[in-house]
């Protein structure tokens, strides 16, 4: 799970350098990633001094599942894939990931 913590100003769990260097890479995890609960979003309240992650840098960054979706989270992604910021392959590679997830609970 990553956090919402910012490593020098960007949050941990948009950080590539994290999830697919050292965590995919070096660590060889091939594990589901997912965000904590319930960070995104929050700036269309007003309750956070720092903007709040975006679910396509979330995505790119290969955090597999954002907790819990929203529609904020699903507009940002498609207006992402509509934009050609984020591929269809991008999706299916998270998909993958927590399709495998699923299935190893399933065993």
Do not use: V
């Given at each position: 799970m990553t956090s919402y913590n910012l490593v020098n100003g960007i949050h941990s769990s948009e950080r590539k350098d994290l999830n697919i260097d050292l965590l995919r890479c070096e660590w060889k995890s091939?594990?589901?990633?997912?965000?904590?609960?319930?960070?995104?979003g929050e700036m269309?309240?007003?309750?956070?001094?720092?903007?709040?992650?975006?679910?396509?840098?979330?995505?790119?960054?290969?955090?597999?599942?954002?907790?819990?979706?929203?529609?904020?989270?699903?507009?940002?992604?498609?207006k992402s894939l509509k934009e050609?910021?984020?591929s269809l392959k991008d999706l299916l590679e998270n998909a993958s990931i927590i399709y495998a997830a699923i299935e190893k609970l399933n065993q």
């Open positions: 091939n594990g589901l990633i997912m965000t904590d609960w319930f960070r995104s269309e309240y007003q309750i956070s001094k720092h903007p709040a992650q975006s679910s396509t840098n979330n995505l790119i960054s290969r955090n597999n599942l954002q907790m819990g979706g929203r529609i904020i989270n699903y507009n940002d992604i498609s050609n910021k984020i």
